[in-house]
């Protein structure tokens, strides 16, 4: 297996500890640390924390996406496939014990002056609320403005199961979400 470079490294270490600990509770001296680099490599790769959790958002966004399109993937209709995103929601916040959205933590523990983060937390809903409204729209059932009106209430159930599942340390959110979206797609 081929070891992990400076800059690899140091985005993988600092994507567990934001993720499993916050953005402001986690240092750049304890990334450094973690990830095993001298202080000057990881300068030579990054300015700021700032752009150390832009580079972790980015690739959790490709991860993410990836993994969610991968498992929606064997579903004949895009109706079929948004229902069974309720379900790759409920086994991945069970996996991670119902730690929640990475966007949406790192959003609530950040300094007001980090657009940079804030733009990728925006630009990762927005990818997933575009990615929804395609599937409507593709369809063929609804026209355009009602494919993106459903595609928003479907988006609310996706983000409300995220958030209480994690607040509620409880896969019932995720469930009953699941159950509202089967009544408005059918």
């Known amino acids: 297996m ?18 499993n600990q916050g953005y402001n509770q986690t240092g750049i001296n304890q990334i450094i640390a973690e ?15 700032e ?10 966004h490709i991860n993410w996406m990836g993994s969610l399109q991968d498992f929606v993937s064997t579903k004949t209709t895009n109706k079929e496939k948004l229902i069974a995103s309720f379900d790759y929601l409920h086994g991945w916040l069970t996996e991670v014990s119902f730690r929640g ?4 933590n790192i959003i609530t523990d950040l300094p007001s002056d980090h657009d940079k983060i804030k733009n990728q937390a925006v630009l990762h809903k927005n990818d997933v609320r575009a990615w929804v409204h395609k599937l409507l729209k593709e369809d063929g059932e609804y026209s355009d ?12 159930l996706l983000e409300g199961a995220i958030i ?8 019932w959110p995720i469930t009953a979400a699941k159950g509202a979206a089967v009544r408005l797609l059918t």
Do not use: P
């Open 2 to 19: 081929k070891q992990l470079g400076v800059k690899e490294r140091i985005v993988e270490t600092a994507s567990e500890l934001f993720y």
């Open 35 to 49: 990830a095993g680099v001298a202080k000057a490599s990881m300068y030579q790769h990054f300015r700021s924390k």
């Open 51 to 60: 752009d150390i959790a832009v580079a972790y958002l980015k690739q959790r």
């Open 101 to 104: 959205c990475g966007w949406q």
């Open 145 to 156: 403005k009602q494919a993106e009106q459903v595609g928003d209430e479907v988006i609310i």
């Open 164 to 171: 209480l599942s994690q607040i509620q340390k409880n896969d």
